[in-house]
């Protein structure tokens, strides 16, 4: 192993020799926290640690559901760290971006209204609702098309009850009428 | 070499820094972790002026490829395991920062420095209670035990 020798050979040296070895204490000040190396597209976390941002992303996904400085154990995340731009460095893009970005959460707004989802006309979305007028079960069978007052996506689980229970209702509805026509 | 990984670059710069200036009672053997850089044989002096005074340990690190992200494994190796209520006698060491806690500004000298004080701290000699239990029915690599963090004392 060619390299191993000669890097512990070369640092040797430095020991020898102070000057070198004050340069070098100052290169630490600017070292990753995580790989040792000079800062290599350098952020740093509000509480004020260096690293790499590549170094960063990496320990931020591996413990994704828990993420805290390396160094100081505060919490951190994508969104507060702060890239750092030297001089000389032409391309100022932001070292977050280069990494691919984390998928952005999902959130569902809470409902607008409080009463029985048949009666919500308010919002100006499209309904159909039909049924036979003297029978109060009218309201059962109306469809709700509306779309959602913020446009904010829909969770899966919620928009998958609405449907499973208007098709309960429309079946309801139409053996209700097959038994009317029939009585 | 030029295509060395990432981790084998942190693992030479550690390994440079603890031959340059090691912790007081600590020599790592380094043409063994030289040949293999995954694999690092420590040994370990008992602080002065404490139960483990004079008594000499070894401890083995093991290296993942993705270290530092992930934690080493670290166990004690040899003919001397420390007796202590933390050490058992297959030589796996309870500690939160070998699994839970680590962090990958952590190091191999501040992983050792956390050992020896945690044997230095130590006020009676014993093994963990549930010491033959465990070393019966345990894996071989500690990280795969789900330890059970509960006495910071020592």
Known sequence: MATTSSESDSSRKNTDNKENESKDEQNNMFECNICLDNAKDAVVSVCGHLFCWPCLHQWLETRSSRQVCPVCKAVISKDKVIPIYGRGNTKQEDPRNKVPPRPAGQRTEPDANTGFPGFNFGDGGFHLSFGIGAFPFGFLTSFNFSDRPHGVPVGGQLQQDDHYLSKLFLWIAVIFIVWLLLA | ?154
Request: neutral net charge; proline residues 8%.
């Open chain 2, 1 to 154: 070499m030029a295509g060395k990984t990432p981790s084998e670059k942190r693992l030479h710069k550690e390994l440079i820094s603890l031959v340059k200036e090691p912790p007081p009672g600590m020599i790592v053997d380094a043409d063994q972790a030289e040949q293999n850089l995954n694999t690092w044989t420590i040994n370990m002096q008992g602080a002065e002026g404490t139960l483990y005074d004079g008594e000499l340990f070894q401890l083995q690190f093991k290296f993942g490829s993705s270290y530092p992200f992930e934690s080493p494994e670290v166990t004690f190796v040899g003919q001397n395991i420390p007796v202590h209520p933390h050490v058992y006698s297959n030589g796996h060491i309870c500690l939160s920062i070998l699994t839970d806690d680590w962090s990958p500004a952590l190091s191999v000298q501040s992983v050792c420095l956390s050992i020896i004080s945690m044997l230095s701290s130590c006020k009676e000699k014993k093994r963990p209670p549930d010491n033959s239990f465990y070393v019966k029915t345990c894996n071989k690599n500690p990280k795969k035990t789900k330890w059970w963090y509960h006495d910071d004392k020592v």
